[in-house]
């Protein structure tokens, strides 16, 4: 309810539509699936430009599992190519 899956734009955070292609751009020196990861357990490490930081929940970590973190970055990064 946060992020578009089928585009680029913004709902309230970053549309997820090819964000792998995003990520090198960003310049946080992490691979794709390292950055969706991080963005997850510890998403104020680094925020989107133009975004405020503390919108997204920051209890990720401790909400899910490794696996189902590791689940959810399999989906963004399915998302697109």
């Known amino acids: 309810t946060c992020h578009r899956v089928d585009s680029e734009e913004r709902l309230i955070g970053p549309g997820l539509l090819n964000v792998a292609n995003r990520v090198e751009g960003y310049g946080t020196g ?5 950055y969706v990861h991080h963005s997850i357990v510890a ?3 680094f925020v989107v430009p133009d975004y405020p ?3 997204m929940p920051q209890t990720y970590a401790q909400v899910f599992t490794e696996e189902e973190i590791n689940d959810l970055v399999a989906y963004v990064l399915s998302l697109g190519s």
């Open 43 to 45: 998403p104020n490490d």
């Open 30 to 34: 992490e691979t794709a699936s390292e």
């Open 53 to 55: 930081a503390a919108l």
